[in-house]
């Protein structure tokens, strides 16, 4: 399965070229942590020649994580978009960014893309793969691109 999955990528690339990889749309989430130092007095410190040097500032992780929706392509990050602290990703929540942020996105950071079809990947997840999703996609007429399923040898 997983050598059909890369021969297909293959063979698409070969007869596009760069048209193939310029096309691709890739999104994820992740979490972004907070870190503060532990003495900010530390890290502004001014010392002469001849002090000798103070303690190397120690960061801890801070109390706040957010949940971060990006979407990228070749050239970039197209969108960046933090979830409201509290707001669970369902599917309802993701076709509303596709919608209303990421559509936007690509049309002012990439102006052309989504006349020339826009190759869409993102990963199994429900949410990715809810009806409500795939008929927002559909509807746009963004190919998905496969993305082969979890193997822990890819994704230990």
Request: glycine share 6%.
């Amino acid at each position: 399965m997983l050598l059909l999955f890369r021969r297909n990528f293959l063979r698409r690339f070969q007869t596009e070229q760069n048209d193939f990889l310029g096309r691709i749309i890739t999104g994820d989430e992740t979490w972004v942590y907070s870190w503060d130092p532990e003495t900010k007095r530390q890290s502004a410190e001014w010392r002469d020649f001849d002090e000798p040097r103070p303690e190397k500032v120690r960061r801890k992780q801070g109390a706040l994580k957010v949940m971060h929706m990006i979407f990228f392509d070749m050239n970039g990050v197209i969108l960046r978009w933090p979830v409201p602290i509290g707001t669970t990703i369902n599917a309802q929540y993701y076709k509303k960014v596709l919608q209303d942020k990421l559509r936007p996105a690509i049309r002012k950071k990439r102006p052309g893309l989504l006349e020339s079809g826009i190759l869409f990947h993102h990963d199994n997840a429900p949410v990715h793969t809810a009806r409500a999703v795939t008929d927002v996609l559909a509807g746009y007429k963004w190919e998905l691109l496969e993305h082969p399923r979890y193997s822990p040898d890819l994704a230990p």
